[in-house]
C-alpha cells in the first residue's frame, strides 16, 4: 500500500480530527403522571473528553421513542439519564473495527452524541451495540424498526409463542404499530387468517389493502365482542397481545382449544395512574386449555442476528413492508413520545436528529 493510502487509512480509521465535543441529553427529574411532559426532564450539556484506545465517538442520527420509555422509567432513581435506542454515525474513532462513517445501533438513550468503548460490557439493554451491515436501499432508521427490536420483538415473539400453523386465525391488538403491523405480515408469510385491532378507520385500512390484513377493525368505534363473532365464525388460535385491558379479555374468551395467546404488552394502562380492572381470565384460559406467555425480547439476544437476517430477507423480497413515523429534532423527544403513545404513528416511531 502506497504511504499516502496508508496515511489516508490511518486517519479514516483513527480520526482525531474532533478535538472537543459537547452532548446534549435528557435527565428525567421528575417521574411521569399521566403522559410525560417537557418538564419532567432537564435537557444539559455534558462536555466529552477525549477518546481513549479502543473507544468510539458518535452523534445520534435517529433516536426511537418506544411504549417501554413510559413504562419503564418508575424504577429509576431520579435523576436519571433517559433511556433509549438510537442509530448513531461515528465521527471519530480509536477502534479498528469500528472506523468513521460506520453507523451503530446502541442503547445510548437519549443524546446527541456518544463515547462507547464496544469492546467492553454494554449494560443490559433492548437494543444490543452493534455495528450497522449495509442495509441500502433502506434508510438506517429501520435498525430501530423493522430490522431492530420491534421487529425482533414480532419475529421471536410470535413464531416461538404462538406456534402458528397454516390456515389458523391470529388476531393482533396494536396492529397498526412498529410490534403490530410486522406481526400481521408474518403472519400472512406463514399462511394465517389475520385480524388486526388498531385505532383509526385511516390505519385499519392501511392494514388490509396495504399490508393485506384479513379484516382490520377500529377498536374505538366496534362492539370487539360482536366483531370477533363475524370476522372469526371458527375462533382465534394465536392471540398477539400488544394491548391489555378489556379487550384482550374478550379476544381471550373468543379462542379455540389449546390457543396460544404471546403477551408482548399492555399499553392501554401505561398512563394509568392505577391499573385497570378487567373480566377475570381464568376460566377461559382453564375451560380453553390456553397457553398464555408474557415474554422480553431480550429472551432471544443469542439469536439477535438470526431474527433481523430473516426480517431483512423478507423485506429484500417484498414480502415485508414498512413504515415509518418521523418527528424531527433532538428538542420534540417528548413530543414524539406522546405522540406515539397517542397512536399518531402507523408503524414504527422515530425521531430524526
Ligand atoms: N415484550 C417486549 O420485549 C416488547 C418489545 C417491544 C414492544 N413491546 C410492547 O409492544 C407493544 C407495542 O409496542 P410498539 O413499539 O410496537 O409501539 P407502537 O404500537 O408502534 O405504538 C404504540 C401504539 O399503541 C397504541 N395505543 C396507545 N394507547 C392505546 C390504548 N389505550 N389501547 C390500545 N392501543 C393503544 C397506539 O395505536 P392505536 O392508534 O392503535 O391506538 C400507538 O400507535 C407495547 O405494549 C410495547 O410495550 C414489548
Known amino acids: 500500500m502506497a504511504l499516502t493510502s496508508v496515511l489516508y487509512h490511518s486517519r479514516r480509521l483513527y480520526s482525531d480530527s474532533v478535538k472537543s465535543v459537547t452532548a446534549r441529553k435528557y435527565v428525567l427529574k421528575k417521574h411521569f403522571q399521566g403522559e410525560p411532559k417537557i418538564n419532567d426532564f432537564d435537557i444539559i450539556e455534558e462536555k466529552l473528553p477525549e477518546l481513549k484506545d479502543g473507544e468510539i465517538l458518535t452523534q445520534a442520527e435517529y433516536l426511537s421513542v418506544d411504549p417501554y420509555m413510559r413504562a419503564y ?70 435498525a430501530l424498526g423493522v430490522l431492530g427490536m420491534p421487529g425482533n420483538t414480532a419475529y421471536f415473539g410470535f413464531t416461538e409463542l404462538c406456534k402458528p400453523k397454516p390456515g389458523e386465525t391470529v388476531v393482533i391488538t396494536g396492529a397498526a404499530g412498529a410490534v403490530g403491523f410486522h406481526v400481521g405480515q408474518i403472519a400472512k408469510i406463514l399462511g394465517c387468517r389475520v385480524i388486526g385491532f388498531a385505532g383509526s378507520d385511516d390505519k385499519c385500512q392501511y392494514l388490509e389493502k396495504e ?69 377475570i381470565l381464568q376460566p377461559a384460559i382453564v375451560m380453553k386449555e390456553l397457553k398464555v406467555e408474557g415474554f422480553l ?46 397512536g399518531e404513528n402507523t408503524g414504527k416511531a422515530v425521531v430524526k436528529v
Open 211 to 279: 399490508l393485506g390484513f384479513d379484516h382490520a377493525f377500529n377498536y374505538k368505534t366496534v362492539n370487539i365482542r360482536a366483531t370477533l363473532k363475524d370476522a372469526a365464525p371458527k375462533l382465534v388460535d394465536c392471540y398477539f397481545d400488544n394491548v391489555g385491558g378489556e379487550i384482550s379479555s374478550a379476544i381471550m374468551y373468543h379462542m379455540n382449544n389449546y390457543g396460544r395467546v404471546a403477551v408482548c404488552g399492555s399499553i392501554s394502562s401505561y398512563n394509568d395512574v392505577s391499573l385497570p380492572k378487567v373480566t
Open 73 to 142: 422509567m418508575i424504577r429509576y432513581k431520579l435523576p436519571t439519564d433517559m433511556i433509549g435506542g438510537q442509530v448513531a454515525r461515528i465521527i471519530s474513532s480509536r477502534n479498528s473495527k469500528y472506523p468513521v462513517g460506520k453507523y451503530v445501533t446502541g442503547s445510548f438513550g437519549w443524546r446527541t452524541h456518544t463515547i462507547v468503548d464496544p469492546n467492553k460490557p454494554q449494560k443490559s439493554s433492548l437494543l444490543p451495540l452493534a455495528l450497522l451491515p449495509d442495509i441500502k436501499p433502506y434508510p438506517v432508521s429501520l
Open 297 to 342: 425480547v431480550t429472551r432471544w439476544a443469542d439469536r439477535w442476528d438470526e431474527g433481523i437476517m430473516a426480517n431483512h430477507k423478507w423485506l429484500q423480497e417484498g414480502r415485508l413492508k414498512y413504515q415509518e413515523k418521523v418527528y424531527h429534532g433532538f428538542d420534540n423527544m417528548v413530543d414524539a413520545l406522546v405522540g406515539m403513545l397517542r
